[in-house]
């Protein structure tokens, strides 16, 4: 768990190889930024717009100090467009690494489970505050589509919980000195995702949004749970888009779920979600 959370973090700080990035599109010229991969004078590259159409065909002319200057032969350039070497055969293009593109900024559908790491503060009517904490488990389908160039937004629905138990040194929790809340929802997520790097195998992401959670079960004994029917959670979001092929990807999804604070309790989710996607 610890190491799956680390890798994500550790993509989002770090660009790998073989990344193509435009730095600069002027007239019939655009300066390139290999980022450690391997081409020469006379390579040719295709540019795709974020709808993963094809848009221009570029060639080397100069190779300097791990940049180069690419002529545009065809099509029109632009500096967000999806730079990869060009193969022709086939008439498509590929990454350096030689992984097969898949289509950009399609819309997909798909479902993940989750796995969350439960904290809450429970503060009891004249008693002092309670720290819990737990674990539980999520599923849910989602719907993405492109916004526009690297922008997407991703929403999630499904089954939510939230888990958490703790001691309590007074008996302030309906008589015992062990506090538990356990409380199931109906959730609904909206994201607005930045796709900040892309390659041959996955797309890197970060994004932000609201969660609305309807309680569908609830128990505790430190809560009162007659007053708990919705919940509203502010999300940030780190994730992978590992694509098997053309259509079929692995979303991995790490979301950081705040509860704003009212007079009674305060809580947050770190939630790891999995799953399966399809693009069409």
């Known amino acids: 768990m610890k190491s799956l959370i680390t890798a994500l973090i550790l993509t989002s700080l770090v660009s790998p190889a073989y990344a193509i990035r435009t730095l600069v599109v002027k007239n019939d010229r655009a300066l390139l930024d290999l980022e450690g991969g391997d081409l020469k004078v006379g390579d040719k590259l295709g540019a795709r717009s974020a709808d993963g159409k094809p848009r221009a065909l570029l060639e080397i002319r100069q190779v300097k100090d791990g940049k180069a200057v690419a002529a545009i032969l065809k099509g029109r350039m632009e500096k967000d467009f999806t730079v ?14 030689g992984r097969a593109s898949a289509s950009h ?48 937004a991703r929403i999630l629905g499904g089954y939510e919980t939230l888990q958490a138990s703790g001691s309590s040194a007074a008996a302030s929790c309906s008589g015992s000195s062990d506090c538990k809340v356990d409380i199931s929802y109906l959730g609904l997520e909206g994201l607005v995702r930045y796709t900040y ?8 992401w970060a994004g932000a949004g609201l969660g609305f959670l309807f309680a569908v079960s609830k128990s505790s004994n430190v809560l009162d749970t007659s007053k708990i029917s919705t919940n509203q959670t502010i999300v940030g979001s780190l ?35 999995a799953g399966y996607g399809f693009s069409f």
């Open 197 to 204: 790097l892309r390659r041959a195998s996955f797309d890197a």
């Open 84 to 97: 990869t070497k060009y193969t022709p055969r086939g008439g498509t293009s590929s990454t350096p690494t």
């Open 239 to 273: 994730g992978l888009d590992y694509r098997l092929n053309r259509r079929n990807f692995i979303p991995i999804q790490l979301d950081y779920a705040y509860y704003p604070d009212n007079a009674t309790s305060s809580a947050n989710q770190i939630i790891l979600r």
């Open 105 to 152: 900024g399609q819309k997909a559908w798909g479902l993940t489970a989750g796995y969350a790491m439960n904290s809450m503060n429970v503060k009891p009517t004249g008693a002092s505050s309670i720290s819990l904490s737990g674990s539980s488990f999520n599923l849910s389908g989602f719907y993405q589509m492109t916004i526009d160039g690297n922008f997407s």
